[in-house]
């Protein structure tokens, strides 16, 4: 998988962003196709979406809206940016991807496959997402699997209480192809076992780290469950056992630096810290035992 990412901070962020770059291209108007003259004073944004080859050598010298963000949005940017090191997810940082509509926050982004053919390369009625919907061709190209962002103010434009989201949009056919692909490609069989492990984190090295060893373990096979909104342990070991999980995993600040976890016994309530270069095979140990 890559990522194309991107910040486009909060609004008052991109509002002097827009001015700036609306002065840019109204100094290159001769030079924009049809469309772009009408997205000048329309939706500014949109400008940087064309893929219209007379475009291109206007967009790349347009001021880029991530040297527009404040402190705090690049801040933001940087804790995204350090997670998908954490999980070795390779990016691209791509300083002209946008989105157009106002309730969009901070971090943008688009899903490309990072094997085999690219599954989307067909039109909307074959599958991909249509033009209507939150991806498009004109906005990721034939050959993405989706796109999104952060929402922090669609909630409340719609009339509620200001809250934090992020959603994405995925054109279905080419990601269940592509999750094919990654599937025989990698030898995993998807399977409908109960989840009977949760990975329970405290802390902000925590869950960078968790992420990590989250990802590897389903890697070699095991399924687990994790709530990182969920901040005290208290409160993640409820959802574990209304899950109904064998063992939870716990890393807290002390394991990070000791690079240990503790697998807690739900039945029992016994706990043990163990090697976390040595965790995949123990655990597999205590599943066999269990589905003896």
């Excluded at 990802?215 to 574990?240: C, P």
Aim: with cysteine; glycine share 8%.
């Amino acid at each position: 998988m890559e990522i194309r990412i991107n910040s486009i901070g909060n609004l008052e962020e991109r509002t002097r962003y827009k001015v700036e770059l609306m002065n840019y291209y109204r100094s290159k108007r001769s030079y924009l196709c049809p469309d772009c003259r009408q997205r000048l004073s329309k939706n500014p944004l949109r400008l940087l979406d064309c893929k219209v080859e007379q475009c291109q050598p206007v967009k790349e010298g347009a001021p880029q809206l991530i040297d527009w963000l404040g402190e705090e949005s690049k801040s933001h940017f940087m804790k995204v940016l350090e997670y998908l090191d954490e999980l070795s997810v390779p990016y691209i940082l791509s300083p002209y991807l946008v989105r157009g509509l106002d309730y969009y926050t901070n971090t943008v982004f688009e899903i490309y496959p990072a094997f085999g053919q690219a599954p989307a390369e067909r039109s909307a009625a074959e599958g991909g997402a249509s033009e209507s919907a939150e991806v498009s061709p004109t906005e990721t190209g034939q050959s993405a699997l989706g796109g999104g962002g952060r929402y922090d103010q669609l909630v409340e434009e719609m009339g509620g209480k200001p809250t934090p989201a992020a959603g994405l949009a995925l054109g279905l056919e080419r990601s269940v192809t592509a999750l094919k692909q990654y599937s025989e490609h990698n030898k995993i069989n998807i399977s409908k076992e109960k989840v009977k492990l949760f990975f329970a984190q405290l802390g902000d090295e925590a869950r960078r780290r968790a992420l990590k060893i989250i990802d590897d373990l389903r890697g070699s096979g095991l399924k687990l469950a994790f709530n990182f909104f969920k901040s005290s342990l208290k409160n993640q070991l409820e959802v574990a056992n209304n899950l109904g999980v064998a063992y939870v995993l716990i890393l807290g600040q002390k394991e990070v630096q000791d690079n240990t976890v503790i697998i807690r016994d739900m039945e029992s309530g016994v706990q043990e810290i163990v090697d976390q270069k040595k965790l995949e095979t123990i655990l597999k140990k205590k599943l066999e035992k269990i589905d003896d």
